[in-house]
């Protein structure tokens, strides 16, 4: 090998030796005797932990556990990872989509391992960090300084290296699913009863993924700025950290008394995974009026606090003058798509009421809003006074929609023709594959 730099060779010499000295430290820690047999005991774990007797020991156990990203034992504790796949995804490989996934960790995301759990020292090592990179990084890239920092022995050195780069691959030879592991069928065709037309799928534990969640929770609940700023809300005081609650969070413990059975990442969770309350919303029908004594439905819409934030977050971001490109689209998009749910929310809030509330005399709306907002009165009226049925109801309220988002953005910023073509046809095409959805 060449390109050798010194420096770096001795600074991961350094980060091995203390990785072990650690480790050591722990153990003698333990044997609080002073007896022969405890002399004889310190004896041997200074043996096991010579730098070059560990090294051999951890690569000959390398396989017996697997980094992973999404694990699959987490659903079973009797899986074996010999015997079923987990699986190691980079979360920056993944395709992105709107919905959150393991790939809004990026580049910032936590390595997880499974296997035999004895082994799994194995992982505090190869995660261990040098610069911008894990030891296990630098062995995959088969880095020169690494493998002098391993060994003199290159040929030694490099064996170890391939050993603990193979961690990230499954035992399995194959991608394999088990008899205990959850499956579901899933169909993709259109006929249900041809077995041709069904993927059988095993959904996988994303493992990383959650341990963020778990971090942001935590911290959210029990971290110190988070204590200051609940503690300045109760005040009636400014905080510029947002106080964020989880109303009916509830905990699964995975592995039971032995949460390092699963993986390592739960068992620094000590078992403990969350699970968010997944409850359609409660509307209080009691509260809810009809609209009457207004010209327009977007007054009481535009008073909602969730369009008041969306608003204010959009209008920041197009005065930002961001760059034209895929990720300002997508953000773009993201906001918008947050008021038409919260218009369609509203809308689904008085279509809930008793059907002819918009023919009343109070009643000031567009024929549009009427026929939007009580659909069942207006038809019901209109057939008692033999007139037609209105068909273009839906593009109407997209474009009043349209009109009051320029109007929410045209100070300061100059809003046109384009922008109301694209926040009608955004609208558009939501309440079209709402009624297609509907109707399926």
Known sequence: MTNTNPQRVT???????????????DKLDKIKDTDETAIEARKREKARFEKETWLKNAAHRARQ???????????????????ATSIYVKPKTLVSIA??????????FVDDATGNAAALDIYDFLTQRYSDATILDLARASDTDLSNALSEDQELASSWMTAFSVVVESPCVKLTS?????QLYWLTGDDSHDVANFHLLTPLYASSLTHRVYQMVQNDRFGEEAAAAREAKKKGEYSERP???YPQLAIQKLGGT?????SQLNSERRGENLLFASLPPTWRAVDLKPLLGTNSMFPRYSRRPEVKQLVKALLAFLKSDPVNNRETKERRTELINGLIDGFLQLTAELRSLPPGWSQAQECRLTNAEKHWLDPEGVEQALVLEGLPLSTDTAERVSALFANWLNAQLRDPLPMGDPEYLEWRNQMHEQIKAEEREAQS
């Open 258 to 262: 032995k949460p390092q059975n699963i």
């Open 65 to 83: 556990i697997q980094l992973v990203t999404h694990v699959l034992k987490a659903t079973h504790p009797d899986l074996k990872i010999d015997v």
């Open 11 to 25: 600074e991961l010499r350094a980060l091995i030796a203390d990785f072990l000295k650690k480790r050591l430290d």
């Open 243 to 245: 106080v964020r609650e």
């Open 178 to 182: 088990h008899t205990l592991a959850k």
């Open 99 to 108: 919905e959150v996934g393991s790939h809004v960790l990026g580049d910032d």
